[in-house]
């Protein structure tokens, strides 16, 4: 199990609002630490990805749950 220190439920919400709800999210932690974000946006996936290569920010994984995904980013 993935240990975390903040979690982001973006769930029901689309493109761009979980990425910038993350950036939010991520501008109020430390560099180390872990956000879990859990959204059900079917772009998700292809969104965070995109996201982790632009910012630097680490995708450790990304899981689908039923018709959530679960996203682990490590913040820079």
Known sequence: MQKFDQELDARGLVCP???????????????GQVLKIVATDPGAEIDFQVFAE???????SMSEIGMEFVFFLKKR
């Open 54 to 60: 632009q910012t630097g920010n680490t995708l450790l």
């Open 17 to 31: 609002l979980p990425i910038l709800r993350t950036k939010q999210s991520l501008a109020a932690m430390v560099s």
